[in-house]
Every structure is written in C-alpha cells, then in structure tokens.
C-alpha cells in the first residue's frame, strides 16, 4: 500500500506575543503502513486548548516545550485507518494525543477506547474530556462549594467555565459568571442556569461585579487573571478558595504589566483573608479519580442537568487562526477542529 499524504503543522519558530504562520507552518508529509503491533490513526477532531501557546514556548512550565521541528501537540478523536495490532479493528474511534495532523502511526500505548459508534465522539475532547474533569476537580476539591454560597468562574461560557458554573448550581450555590459580550452572558443565564453573567468588556464591570456578588465571593474559579481579577479580588470573603486553572489573558504576553508592584498587597490580602489559592494540572493531580468524573458526568448529561456548547471549525487549514480567536475569547463553547471526515 502506498504512503498516505499527511499534513502535519509543525513548530518551525517560537513566537514571540500571538504565534503566526511562521512560527507554525502546516507541511505535507507522508506516513508509511503500521508495523506489527501499530496502528494507523486517521484524526477526525483535534482540540485546541490554551495550554498549547505554553508549549510554543520554552520558559519553563510543567511540561516540556514541543521541539522545533515537531508537530504541535493536541488531543484528538480518530479512527483506526489501519490496524496490525489484534486488539485494535478498522473503524475503531479512540480517544489519542497525536496532535495538529491528519493521521499518525500509534504503537497503541495511551489510547482509549471510543466504541465503535460512540453517539458524540468529539465530546472525549470536551465535557467527558479534560476540560470537563479539569472543571470537575478543581471546583470540587479545591473550590469546596457548599449549598448557599457565591461561586464566580471567570470565561463562563467556555469548556471549563460553563461545566464549573453548572456543577456549582448543583451544589446549591449561587453562581455568576463573567464572559464577554452580551451574546455569552445571555448564554450564560438562559441556557446555563447561572443566577448572573457580567460582560468583562464593559465600562463599570467591577461595579456590576460587585452588585452581583452582594455577599461578597466564596469561590472563585480562576481562568482568566488580569482585570477579571482585579475586580474579583476586593470582593473575596475570608477563608475563599481560588482554583486556579488558567491565565489566558496573559499567555501572548511578552513582559509584566507596568507598575506599580501589587504583589505584597496581594500576599497581603490573602494573608489577612485566610483565602486558599491552588493551581493544579489535571492529569498530572487527579489522574486516579476519571472514573468518578465519568460516572458522575454521564449520569449529569444523561439525566439533561448539563448542557453542552461545541465551537466547530471545519477547516483544518483554519487551525492556526481558530487557535488564536480562541486565545482571544472569539470562540463560543469548546473549540474543536474537524480535521477530517469519518471513515
């Protein structure tokens, strides 16, 4: 059998602020046939998250930066194309990490079985996927909401923001959200259930914040930083919890704001408050504990108590620029790519 044509984006240069069709250049390559115990993956959807603007880079991080030359990395939904390993059969739909390309050669470790004819395959990348368990564990573990109080997320509308406000109204609280234009908020309260959304874009967003959080802030899900927070941080209750899962309005960013220095008052404040501040990294923390966000998610979108947004771009050759207007907060729901169609 012949070699497959595969585009591929590779990771030719590091950018410096929002990364370009220098930085990441899409090449055609091919792929041979799979040895003995491989399989080929054909990439149906790639999700494009955040994390991955770190990965261009290479300041340190908790994990290492793609190497200049390799393809960028990603999770994806694919099928197997073709199959010399016995556990695997054409058709098959798995859960992989072969990144920005449209097949690749796995030896099979680390993939996870989709089924044959899973009902909504994209959503291993989404809600049943990292973002949702990212959403899951950092709001209940370390946020520890209990029935009555004030719960803010920041990007509410997003894969994360919108799983955690929804889980926190299950949980009794009283839930807003902060996301940007009008469009999302109303997103926000009419399909979401959240008790308030505020537009970070507008003029007295601290003031309306603060009108929303008339009992000041319990948790407080951290996607964002910069002003998102500054508005958030006065507002705080002593003995708050901020998971901290994101900081994408800094990722593009190529040096500290200009001062002055808050960092003693935000120690400070922290100190005086009592308030916990945790970052995690989902697999790396909380691997042990998928089956319970499974189990507990199915029976959630099964029973119609979570709703779900895809933000679908069906032009792989799209996938730098849909990258980008999601850094920026133009996407609505979970940005997934169709790099191809299904078998």
Known sequence: MPDIQNRQYILETRPKGVANDKNV?????????????????????????????????????????????????????????????????????????????EYAISDTEGLMKLGKNPENPSYALGIMGMPGFTAYMGLLDIGEPKQGETVVVAAATGPVGATVGQIAKLKGCKVVGVAGGKEKCQHALENLGFDACIDHK?????????????????VYYENVGGHVFDAVLPLLNTKARIPLCGLVSQYNATELPPGPDRLSMLMGHILKKRIKVQGFIIFDDYAHRYEEFAKDMQTWLSEGKIKYKEHLEANFENTLNAFNAMLNGENFGKTVVQVQLPI
């Open 202 to 218: 507008a003029n007295d967003f601290a003031e309306q914040l603060s009108a929303a959080c008339n009992n000041g802030i319990d």
């Open 25 to 101: 250049v899409l090449k055609t390559n091919s792929v041979p046939a799979p040895k003995d115990g491989e399989v080929l993956l054909r990439t149906i959807y790639l999700s494009l998250d955040p994390y991955m603007r770190g990965r261009m880079s290479d300041a340190e991080s908790y994990a290492d930066p793609v190497k200049i030359g390799d393809v960028m990395v990603g999770a994806t939904v694919c099928q197997v194309e073709q199959s010399n390993h016995p556990d695997y059969q054409k058709g098959e739909w798995v859960l992989a990490y072969t990144g920005w390309q």
